[in-house]
Nanobody
């Protein structure tokens, strides 16, 4: 069982910045062994993965956010971050973090809806 609580969303002007946080409480395993991913979903659009952090210390960012977004994690605080700079109106969405332990056999992280644990989301609105 994992509980995830996101925060840091809000209303920001185009070109502005926000830092999202996702604090995790887990009852199985240790935080450092978990895979995490930030997703977003805009009204009328499908949910998409934005940035991922695996248990090996590797990160990935969706191409539309490269150079603007940075994902990081603090294993000592059980917290995942998403620093978002140069925000655009098209970044407007509900942002969610998701988590799961890496596969014991393959070491792989979940993909998309394979994540079993999700937070409640935090709204990001980019508008002038």
């Amino acid at each position: 069982e994992v509980q995830l609580v996101e925060s840091g969303g809000g209303l920001v002007q185009p070109g502005g910045s926000l830092r999202l946080s996702c604090v995790a409480s887990m009852y199985t395993g240790t935080y450092s062994n978990y895979c995490f991913e930030w997703f977003r979903q805009a009204p009328g659009k499908e949910r998409e993965g934005v940035a991922a952090s695996d248990h090996y210390g590797s990160y990935s960012i969706i191409s539309s956010a490269k150079g603007r977004f940075t994902i990081s994690r603090d294993n000592s605080k059980n917290t995942l971050y998403l620093q978002m700079n140069s925000l655009k109106p098209e970044d407007t969405a509900m942002y969610y973090c998701a988590a799961d332990l890496a596969d014991e056999v393959t070491g792989h992280c979940p993909v998309g809806n394979e994540y079993p644990y999700w937070g409640q989301g935090t709204q990001v609105t980019v508008s002038s």
